[in-house]
């Protein structure tokens, strides 16, 4: 079955330190891979995703992941972080073939940004 | 615009007893989902509908289960002789066309089964 792996449960950083959650997928074939971010009180709302192309994606509020296919894995980095990057992050893959219609997520990790 | 609406925003209930969860897509968007999430587990798909087509039950857990979406909008999830480990917060996404599409989620359902 699919899955994606979210190592990092709970993050804790001082802002200005960089940022980097770790992703892996399972899947073997052409995969579409999304961040989703959840900010305290706030909806899920989509980070950044990559479907083809340039391996190195670029999101919102600075936030970028990288598709390394060899390595299965689609990691969240950011620079530096700031107080309001504090929220849930989750990880989630599409395999597009087949009949394969539902976004698995990962667990999420927890980024506590601290003054 | 309005965004994805759920409703009720919490709901507590006793074991044994039905519950409907209710969704309001954006308006437009022919793909809705429901997903749940648990304490300290990712989000779980549930169900999936898309237009017309026969939905994705794939992911409901048991046939206590069930959802429907009428006239391609608004949808409805049944739990039926609910359980404690049925206690998540049940969110729902809507997209334009299909499961690669940017999903727009809700506020959730926090459903508490004492």
């Known amino acids: 079955a699919q899955s994606v792996s979210q190592h990092n449960h709970h993050v804790i950083l001082s802002e200005a330190a960089s940022l980097e959650l770790g992703c892996n997928y399972s899947y073997g074939g052409t995969v579409n891979l999304f961040w989703y971010v959840q900010y305290p009180g706030q909806h899920l709302q989509l980070l950044l995703k990559y479907f083809s192309g340039d391996p190195l994606v670029k999101g919102i509020k600075g936030f970028e992941a990288e598709f390394i296919k060899s390595k299965f894995s689609f990691n969240l980095r950011k620079p530096s972080v700031q107080w309001s990057d504090t929220a849930e992050y989750f990880c989630a893959a599409l395999a597009p073939t087949g009949t394969a219609s539902k976004l698995t997520f990962g667990t999420g990790t927890r980024l506590q940004v601290t003054l | 615009g309005a965004g994805v609406s759920q409703s009720p925003s919490n709901k507590v209930t006793e074991k044994g007893k039905d519950v409907e969860l209710r969704c309001d897509p954006i308006?437009?968007?022919?793909?809705l989902y429901w997903y749940r999430q648990s304490l300290g587990q990712g989000l779980e798909f549930l169900i999936y509908?898309?237009?017309?087509?026969?939905?994705?039950k794939s992911g409901l857990p048991s046939d206590r289960f069930s959802a429907e979406r009428t006239g391609g909008s608004v949808s409805t999830l049944t739990i039926q002789r609910t359980q404690q480990e049925d206690s998540a917060v049940y969110l729902c996404?809507?997209?334009?066309?299909?499961?690669?599409?940017?999903?727009?989620f809700g506020p959730g359902t926090r459903l508490t089964v004492l």
């Open positions: 308006s437009g968007h022919t793909a």
């Open positions: 509908f898309q237009g017309n087509s026969a939905p994705d």
């Open positions: 996404a809507s997209s334009l066309i299909g499961p690669g599409d940017t999903q727009y």
